[in-house]
């Protein structure tokens, strides 16, 4: 299935729900791609509109929390609207996290030069004001990560070198979803040798993406990362079933929940929680790092059939 986007839908925006709560212990962290969330509802906020640095915070409601982990979440070269990636968004949120969602394209012809700057002031006020607002949870500035597709995949490779440099906290898990540059030059780029050699990084492609071709040179060019805390994963199309699952450049695009499939939820999702819940907690690893059973396991078709696993290397 083709998954580019051909409609926009409005975010919802749901008000507070309930009394602040302290977030979970790691022993009560979800496993990695469930869909038993400890919250219920997640509550939408815009800031600067317009302005070519809009951020959006996408926290945990039903119940709110007191403090929580910061997910920057980086969209695609022309994904501006956040209904492209909100399944995920609100998977992430409702596990927990506070998702500041960057919007560092106001259109197609914002120039590229301008995506670094407007993604840092972005964070930068984001994440200003969380520690600012009583009224929203506090940010665990010990616990932040960042994700993206495509050019955001990039992007997030250069926030994360960069992070130290500009007075941010470090990105503790780093994971560039088909990552790729386009007619893009080094303006989009950072020193990626910069990012430290704690930060757990996972490079996903899609076996049949023609257009993000750059997830081995994210791995490659992360030279301070160590093989230990860094994969290449392959996410593979199946067709055994109906609807067939395509991993293109679009898989981790989803407007509904009818758009979710086993890409999704035992691909991208269930990476990344692994990757953020080992990298905050120390937890679930092996769902994202390692080249392990349960990293590669894509789920089962109805019939029982397993889907075609992910392929993992250190050698991409």
Known sequence: MNRT???????????????????????????????????????????????????????????????????????????????YYRPWIDHLARRGNVVLWIRYQESVLTLPSEFVPNMLAAVKAGLAH???????????LDKVAVVGHSMGGILSMTLAARAAAEGLPPMKAVMPANPGRGVTGPEVLADFSQIPASTLLLCVSGA??????????????????????????????????????????????????????????????????????AAFYGRYREYALGNTPEQRFMGLWPDGTPIVEATVTDAP
Request: aromatic letters at 8%; hydrophobic letters at 40%.
């Open 130 to 140: 969380l520690e600012q607002d009583a009224e929203r949870p506090k940010p665990e």
């Open 208 to 277: 049949e993406d023609s257009l993000g071709t750059d997830a081995p040179f994210c791995f490659y060019q992360a030279t301070n990362v160590p093989l230990d805390n860094k994969d290449h994963v392959t996410l593979n199309s199946d067709n055994h079933g109906t609807p067939a699952l395509v991993a293109d450049h679009f898989a981790p695009n989803c407007l509904t929940a009818a758009d979710v499939n086993a890409l999704d939820t035992n691909g991208y999702w269930k990476w990344f929680d692994g990757l953020i819940a």
């Open 5 to 83: 986007p051909l409609l926009l839908l409005a975010a919802l925006v749901i008000p507070a729900c309930g009394d602040p709560v302290a977030g979970p212990t790691p022993e009560q962290i979800p496993a990695p791609g469930s869909t038993e969330y400890p919250h219920a509802l997640v509550k939408e906020s815009v800031f600067d509109a317009g302005s070519g640095k809009e951020y959006r915070l996408y926290e945990p409601d039903g119940p709110p929390l007191l403090t929580a982990p910061v997910v920057v979440f980086l969209h695609g070269w022309g994904g501006t609207d956040p209904a």
